[in-house]
């Protein structure tokens, strides 16, 4: 299944509107392009730190967990490619989580390319623990940059049975083609989203309202009845 934003959106995490084009008040060319970086490092770095510590800070919710619940039913036959930086899913007791635009609480090393947990601020320039060089950033994909995993990602899409696509607008490829990949290999699709996408034609059920509502009411009638969408 793929994760976005509105999963998280009950937790309180804020995220970047995509219409608007702000995230917390910061145009996102400036906070999360590798040329806002290059322009002004100071200002990206304690952007992030302050997202970092903000999640730090959240619960999963009533989505989260009921995500965690269908993997603990079905074993390993259940994987969440997340277009989320934050950890709820990891919090809430899933185990196959593949983060596609990078996590809050990872640093990149620019010297070395070592990526290391990072729970503490980033714009006071600490040294890598790998290279010791104060040359990390923020372990996220930018807009411009390519995402994390499409090697992993590519293969789960062709052998899935079930797709589900949950709070995301399914507008920013390649995430946005997720959903035709699947269909094509046969795969039901379903969406889950508080309003359905402008893609809700590619699926094959729609179902509108907030994720805590329809992500536990589509888990509990999935286990339920074994129904195959
Ligand atoms: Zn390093």
Redesign the pocket.
Known sequence: MLTGAGVSAESGVATFRDSGGLWEGHDVHQVATPEGFAANPDLVLRFYDERRSQVQLVEPNAAHKALARLEQALDDKVTIVTQNVDDLHERAGSTRVIHMHGELLSAL?L??G?RHRWENELASYPP?P??S?P?LRPDIVWFGEVPYHMDRIEPLLQQADVFVSIGTSGEVYPAAGFVAAAGAYWAKTVELNLQASRSRSLFDRVKEGPATHVVLEWVDEFLADGVRS
Do not use: L, V
Request: proline residues 0%.
């Open positions: 090393c010297r070395c070592q890598c790998s290279c060089q040359d």
